[in-house]
């Protein structure tokens, strides 16, 4: 079983950016996506990455926003996040998936993280 461990969220203003991490125990490589669940609405997703890290898929609301990235050697996902909204308010989840890519459907993901808070505010 993989853990996962989010940090990076935090308290910003409206424009700012934050960096979101999530580093995976152990060596294997999963699927990763990004989810966020902001209070009294469904978890959705916003970013997910292959496991070779050539895929890459987006929420069309953060595209041109948020990039998705990986660092193989350190078993770590990122998501740079940048001109941030009050609308991006939530707690972000990290996931990963026994597949080479995960998509954008919460339940095709296997291992979640505790979630990490991101406060936008205007």
């Known amino acids: 079983q993989v853990q996962l461990v989010e940090s990076g969220g935090g308290l910003v203003q409206a424009g700012a950016s934050l960096r979101l991490s999530c580093a995976a125990s152990?060596?294997?490589?999963?699927?990763m996506g990004w989810f966020r669940q902001a209070p009294g609405k469904e978890r959705e997703f916003v970013a997910g990455?292959?496991?070779?890290?050539?895929?890459?898929e987006y929420l069309n609301s953060v595209k041109g926003r948020c990039i998705i990235s990986r660092d193989k050697n350190k078993n770590t996902v990122y998501l740079q996040a940048n001109s941030l909204k009050p609308e991006d308010t939530a707690v972000y989840y990290c996931?990963?998936?026994?597949?080479?890519?995960?998509?954008?459907?919460?339940?095709?993901?296997?291992?979640w993280g505790q979630g990490t808070q991101v406060t936008v505010s205007s």
């Open positions: 996931a990963a998936a026994n597949a080479y890519y995960g998509g954008s459907n919460p339940i095709h993901y296997d291992y």
């Open positions: 152990g060596r294997s490589l999963y699927a």
């Open positions: 990455i292959s496991r070779s890290g050539l895929e890459v």
